[in-house]
């Protein structure tokens, strides 16, 4: 079984950082592909970043230039580095990963989120 386990959310004010961190624990052969998510009030959740085994990353236009995704394949970790944030970036931010188990099967699971509050 493989889980999750997300920290780094908090308050803040607008114009500010703050760092994510996603550790994977369990049996965990390989890790494919880990993203963030973030789902605000109302709102669907939707894709901030993503990167692949290889180190190739995606974000979502509107955290370009600001968020910046980054992967530990030793320590079955990725982190969010946010900077410049705006209370637009308000939301439950989740990770996802995929993977295969030690038995070989496949996996696909969530973190169980944690919350970004920015004031402005």
């Known amino acids: 079984q493989v889980q999750l386990v997300e920290s780094g959310g908090g308050l803040v004010q607008a114009g500010r950082s703050l760092r994510l961190a996603c550790v994977a624990s369990?049996?965990?052969?390989?890790?494919?592909?880990m993203d963030w998510y973030r789902q605000a009030p109302g709102k669907q959740r939707e894709l901030v970043a993503g990167?692949?085994?290889?180190?190739?990353?995606n974000y979502a236009d509107s955290v370009k230039g600001r968020f910046t995704i980054s992967r530990d394949n030793a320590k079955n970790s990725v982190y969010l580095q946010m900077n410049s944030l705006k209370p637009e970036d308000t939301a439950v931010y989740y990770c996802?990963?995929?993977?295969?188990?030690?038995?070989?099967?496949?996996?696909?699971?969530w973190g169980q989120g944690t919350q970004v509050t920015v004031s402005s």
């Open positions: 990167i692949t085994s290889g180190g190739s990353t």
């Open positions: 369990g049996s965990i052969f390989s890790i494919n592909a």
């Open positions: 996802h990963q995929s993977g295969r188990v030690v038995s070989g099967l496949r996996y696909d699971i």
